[in-house]
């Protein structure tokens, strides 16, 4: 019966395939003809994406990039959409990895609703762009990539990427020679960071090697509208090799440069141990293959597990941050162990677990603020939970067995599976040290869109008369209406509040900024949490500088307080708008006692989220200072002391206090305490103790 079956849907196809040949070309052909030149033009376009920067953007190397992908990838969505109701053809079967990156959007959207933020969690941040938003739009990118393009198409996709990754290069060194003018990052050119553009180079490297083999066997190749001879298309393919290869040695990106050479090592050995005829050597590198894997898993499990070998080694190189951001990565999992605290929201967890030793920069490195665990592992059991972790695996998982499945079945060459492998092994490991951004993440559903294009499953056409798919054009107005909600809401409003956050911070006066507020704030909830903390800051310098004015405080403070009533897990944000709080209280010539108290309820509410923080502690006893309540604030200074008495800003916050006060034996203790572990500063505390102090500790 399954045989009579199979014959059955092979001849239906056969019929169908032939009646569409058949078909009359005219209005409905052109317009099909216009959606595929949609579609393949949006998707070179979306390769020009590290390029894109806009200096007069609130993050001007992420928010840009995942603005534009999102835009260009709802256009590609809403043409292939068509061209899927449209035509039978143009629809592919479902596959195992297919499903498995479905399952885990499924994931995300249940960890959004049932997170500890929600909105966060859907809209993401100009500074990151990677919520539950750009997993929607990168699964509707792989849902069509996978069904319109066969694997020529794929191949000038990693052309046109790897020409694009060569203009990223050449604007790194002409930085690196000095030129002026050049819109780049340092050591990072216009992806961003050194990390991000080592992990952007590091697949188009191995996109320019899998293209080298693969077009070694064609004698010409078509390239858009021009054919290109082979021996054209390997100089440029090793040219770019060697170009970005050079490049990443000097991005100073070190998981990147490890990784590429442990790929290419790995892919020798893959290839020594399947395709060599010899059984000696196969043999030998098999046994290299196990070890490895062995050693590889173990190393895994070593750098997960806390306070282990591989931790130290790491820790002693670079320094001690990631130690300890996992250990809060991982109380924070088993908090909420199922689906976890939602896209985003790892700033809570590593705020309610604090370690008080981020304020020791020797140790723990300058930053004292993490909204990622950088590491993928950990990031996802924060972002989803077990689910979350499962879920990301399985992409993975699926992969690996539809390369290995063609690979057995002789459907697909060496280089076809064993290239993606090794991209999908490389940034996996990659990312246990450092995370995805929008180029990245296009890069990676690359890989994943043309794994499930090769995987051998093609659509089974049936015979759609004529009358019947016109019929179908009904559907195009409402997508195009769709595709102008989507790109107003997701793109057009979004880069509108990224853009006035800026002109509020470069305008001179209220009324310049008044207009500009409303931009920022009210445009959408992109990011909007992000841009209430900026505004706030950015009023805590008009404050000191004695430039604010009561609109600004009004506006800015109502907007803060919003986020304290929708985020509850939100400290940052709560801390910053006390400082406001304090600092406008304190410009005033009788100090607001309404506006302080306000600041002292949001400070009870930040120690509440984050008790082992210091910061809390030293913002309170300002607030606790101008309320009178000195016993109050020396209290709270001798508790933020004892969290961590290596703390060098803790004694200096407390000196200045005492001083304030006039305890000056107080002080002097203070500073005695401080030179316990600091001998080196004696001369610097003296003068302290010695100067008059005016200032709010």
Excluded at 59 to 75: D, H, N, Q, S
Excluded at 184 to 191: E, F, I, K, R
Excluded at 442 to 461: D, H
Aim: aromatic share 14%; with cysteine.
């Amino acid at each position: 019966m399954g045989k009579k079956s199979r014959e059955k849907r092979i001849r239906r196809a056969e019929q169908a395939e032939e009646f569409i040949k058949k078909q009359p070309r005219g209005a409905v052909s052109g317009l099909e003809k216009t959606c595929l030149f949609i579609l393949y033009s949006s998707a070179y376009l979306m390769l020009l994406i590290p390029l894109i920067v806009r200096g007069d953007f609130l993050f001007p190397f992420v928010g840009p990039k995942g603005l534009y992908l999102m835009a260009l990838i709802e256009i590609f969505f809403a043409a292939g959409v068509f061209l899927m109701i449209f035509s039978p053809r143009y629809r592919a079967k479902r596959n195992i990895l297919s499903l498995a990156i479905g399952s885990f959007v499924l994931i995300m959207i249940l960890a959004t609703i049932f997170g500890a933020d929600p909105s966060r969690s859907f809209w993401s941040k100009f500074e990151r762009m990677s919520g539950l938003l750009m997993w929607l739009h990168l699964f509707g990118f792989f849902l069509v990539s996978r069904a319109i393009f066969k694997k020529d198409d794929w191949l000038r996709i990693f052309s046109f990427s790897i020409l694009a990754s060569m203009v990223v290069c050449s604007l790194f060194w002409l930085n690196k020679a000095g030129v002026k003018g050049l819109s780049v990052a340092y050591n990072g050119s216009t992806v961003g960071n050194s990390s991000f553009l080592a992990t952007y180079l590091l697949f188009n490297l191995f996109f320019a090697l899998y293209l080298f083999f693969e077009l070694k066997k064609r004698k010409v190749f078509q390239f858009f509208f021009i054919k290109v001879s082979r021996k054209i298309c390997l100089t440029i393919a090793a040219a770019g090799f060697i170009f970005m290869f050079i490049t990443l040695m000097f991005s100073t990106g070190r998981a990147a440069i490890l990784v590429f050479f442990g790929g290419t090592g790995l892919l020798l050995l893959l290839y020594l141990a399947l395709e060599r005829k010899k059984n000696n050597i196969r043999l030998i590198a098999k046994m290299c293959l196990i070890l490895g894997l062995i050693i590889y898993l173990s190393g895994l499990a070593l750098l997960l597990w806390n306070n282990s070998p591989i931790q130290q080694w790491l820790s002693e190189r670079a320094n001690k941050s990631r130690q300890v951001i996992w250990s809060n990565a991982w109380q924070g999992f088993l908090e909420r162990p199922i689906l976890g605290w939602g896209p985003e929201n790892f700033s809570f967890v590593f705020h309610e677990h604090f370690d008080p030793g981020f304020y020791i920069p020797e140790i723990y490195g300058p930053d004292t603020r993490f909204d990622r665990a950088h590491n993928i592992i950990f990031d996802n059991l924060v972002d989803g939970g077990a689910l979350g972790l499962l879920g990301y695996l399985s992409m993975f998982g699926a992969s690996f067995w539809i390369l290995g499945r063609g690979y057995r079945r002789k459907k697909l060459n060496f280089m076809t599976a064993a290239v993606p492998s090794i991209i999908l092994v490389a940034h996996f490991t990659q990312n246990l040290t450092v995370f995805d951004m929008p180029a990245s993440f296009l890069m990676l559903f690359i890989t994943f869109g043309f794994i499930s294009a090769v995987s051998g499953n093609e659509p089974a056409p049936e015979a759609i008369p004529l009358r019947q798919r016109k019929n179908r054009i009904i559907f195009l107005p409402l997508l195009v209406l769709l595709l102008f909600f989507s790109l107003s809401s997701f793109v057009i409003k979004p880069a509108r509040a990224g853009t006035a956050i800026i002109g509020v911070m470069k305008s001179p006066t209220f009324e310049g900024r008044k207009s500009l507020y409303e931009k920022a704030l009210h445009s959408s909830p992109m990011g909007l949490y992000q841009i209430r903390e900026h505004l706030g800051l950015h009023i805590f310098n008009l404050i000191e500088a004695g430039l604010v004015e009561v609109g600004d405080f009004e506006i800015v403070t109502q907007a803060l307080e919003e986020t304290a009533h929708d985020s509850p897990f939100d400290y940052y944000d709560r801390l910053v708008l006390a400082r406001v709080y304090n600092a406008y209280a304190e410009l005033q010539k009788e100090k607001d006692e309404i506006v302080l108290k306000r600041a002292e309820q949001v400070l009870e509410d930040a120690l509440r989220l984050s008790p082992t923080k210091q910061e809390g502690y030293w913002e309170m006893a300002t607030t606790k200072l101008m309320l009178n309540k000195n016993d109050e604030a020396a209290e709270l200074l001798e508790r933020a002391i004892s969290l961590d008495p290596r703390v060098l800003r803790s004694y200096q916050v407390a000196i200045l206090f005492y001083k304030k006060i006039g305890e000056m034996e107080k002080a002097r203790q203070k500073g005695d305490e401080l030179l316990k572990y600091y001998p080196e500063l004696e001369s610097s505390v003296r003068q302290i103790l010695e100067q008059n102090n005016t200032q709010n500790p």
